[in-house]
């Protein structure tokens, strides 16, 4: 097991990354109040972002820039990775259905093989928490239970589980909860519905404190917002790298939404 861990460490890690869109503060609001975007400092944040992953050991790659797509750079809604197989999603609201066609060719450019969720079915990458083998996938926002129906007709030949979760109070499943290095499922409770479905919960104490990128066995990406949960996380023996997303979250994005990760 440790030697597993120590060579997936060193293997290639790449990390897909999508520009902002000029149009971003057009992006879709589903449970916020719409309030100005500052541009520049969005870029700025972006930049850090990308810079963050690629100080980290991240091979960072950039999708197209789509300038007419305002939400593309939340570019994890639009592919979900399972070790060399890519996903291309169904993005759940009309105005993020273009996104895909890009990100279909750089991840085949990649190598890795492509499979596809369509219509009927809808998904977002967003909905799609991996922890180990077991995929939980949140269904109610974007997600639709036909989509979760072919993501699991791909997935269980493969070994995993998918396992749906009911989603009404954030936009994904991953709007409420992530997953640390160990496997722990870690969320606010005022935005887990059913905190019961996961294998280990544990309460995190800020809203945006219930996201994190998985950077490697030992460290993690979390939003500048979440102080205490950075504490929190420290305590537990991990390393904790803030990045300022304010600009993102007045999106409805955060950490994860901004990057796939393929290692
Ligand atoms: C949307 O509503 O689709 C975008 N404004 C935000 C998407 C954020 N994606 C994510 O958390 N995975």
Do not use: M
Not at 135 to 159: D, M
Not at 175 to 190: E, W, Y
Not at 204 to 222: F, K, N, Y
Request: hydrophobic content about 40%; overall charge negative; some cysteine.
């Amino acid at each position: 097991r440790l030697v597993t861990t120590w060579k997936r460490d060193i293997q290639r890690r790449v990390a897909l990354v999508r520009p902002p869109s000029s149009r971003l503060d057009e992006g879709e609001l589903t449970h916020l109040e719409r309030t100005p975007v500052d541009h520049e400092l969005a870029e700025r944040q972006w930049d850090g972002y990308v810079a963050a992953l690629a100080a980290e050991g991240f091979e960072v790659l950039d999708v197209a820039a789509a300038d007419d797509l305002p939400d593309s750079v939340f570019v994890e809604d639009t592919v979900v990775i399972f070790d060399d197989l890519a996903v291309i999603t169904s993005p759940g609201v009309e105005s993020r259905r273009g996104e895909v066609d890009d990100v279909r060719e750089t991840v085949a450019s990649l190598g890795l093989r492509v499979e596809e969720i369509s219509a009927p079915g809808t998904l977002d990458g967003g909905d799609v928490l991996k922890v180990g083998t077991t995929i939980y996938v949140g269904s109610g926002g974007r997600t639709n239970g036909e989509g979760i129906r072919q993501l699991r007709e791909i997935l269980v030949p493969l070994g995993y589980r998918v396992v749906g979760v009911p989603v009404k109070k954030v936009l994904h499943l991953k709007s409420a909860v992530t997953a640390l290095p160990d496997g722990t499922v870690i969320g606010h409770k005022s935005l887990v519905e059913h905190p019961g479905i996961f294998d280990r919960f544990l309460a995190v104490p800020e809203v945006h404190g219930s996201a994190v990128v998985v950077l490697s066995h030992d460290a993690v990406l979390i939003s500048a917002s979440a102080p205490k949960t950075a504490a929190l996380l420290e305590s537990l023996g991990y390393r904790v790298v803030p990045v300022e997303v304010s600009e993102f979250e007045k999106l409805e994005g955060c950490v994860t939404c901004l990057s796939v990760r393929i290692r």
